[in-house]
């Protein structure tokens, strides 16, 4: 049973278009997020939704938009997709109250050409 | 917010040597202090972690240590192997988690 599960794990696509990833977490946890990884690596929080409530919002071009149907669901759907939006990009959900890390699922590699 | 550094960015070793990954954190209320390993194509993963109660914690290879008054906590890794190559990326949190930028370890058959 995978407690954080990412659709899809790879995404090639064309400048311009408008792509979903999906993610879904049956840890029970109030919490999720997304994090984008560059190729170097670097970890860099996106969004993060606790409850169905916004409460991380970094700053992230307004063609991302996180939507977050249930608390085990959170969804990115970016717009008029860029060269510069190829990444890897992971979903993550932790308990809120609970002082304890977060847990990742396997990441969409984006490819955008 | 809370700020985490990670040192070095590349860390070679020979099988079977000990591998040391430190960590400075920024902000003294940080109470929790993770360390994750990201293997190829695969998203982090929690391997050990250490409270702001304990000054070290131990799990077969690995262990964290925390020296909170310098505000800097470590990975140590001992009788390394190859399925030991990955990143590894440190955090702490007074309330979210700030991660450090990766460290790439490489082990040297």
């Known amino acids: 049973d995978t407690a954080v599960s990412q659709t899809p794990k790879y995404l090639v696509t064309q400048m311009g278009n408008d792509k979903s990833i999906k993610c879904e977490q049956n840890?029970?946890?109030?919490?999720m997020y997304w994090y984008k990884q560059d190729s170097k690596k670097f970890l860099k929080i996106m969004f993060s939704y606790n409850n169905k409530e916004l409460i991380i919002n970094e700053t992230v071009p307004n063609r991302f938009s996180p939507k977050s149907p249930d608390k085990a669901h959170l969804n990115l759907h970016i717009n008029s997709l860029e060269l510069g939006d190829s990444a890897v990009y992971f979903c993550?959900?932790?308990?809120?109250?609970?002082?304890?890390?977060?847990?990742f699922g396997s990441g969409t590699r984006l490819t955008v050409v | 917010g809370e700020n985490v550094e990670q040192h070095p960015s590349t860390l070679s070793v020979q099988e079977g040597d000990s591998a040391v990954i430190k960590c400075t954190y920024s902000d003294s209320a940080s109470n929790y202090f993770p360390w994750y390993k990201q293997e190829l194509g695969k998203g982090p993963q929690l391997i050990i972690d250490?409270?702001?109660?304990?000054g070290e914690k131990k799990d077969q290879r690995i262990a964290v240590t925390l020296n909170k008054t310098a505000k800097h906590f470590s990975l140590h890794i001992t009788e390394t192997q190859p399925e030991d190559s990955a990143v590894y990326f440190c955090?702490?949190?007074?309330?979210?988690?700030?991660f450090g930028k990766g460290n790439q370890v490489v082990v040297i058959p």
């Open positions: 993550a959900s932790s308990q809120i109250t609970a002082n304890y890390g977060y847990t």
């Open positions: 250490i409270r702001s109660n304990v």
């Open positions: 840890l029970g946890h109030d919490t």
């Open positions: 955090a702490a949190r007074p309330n979210r988690l700030a």
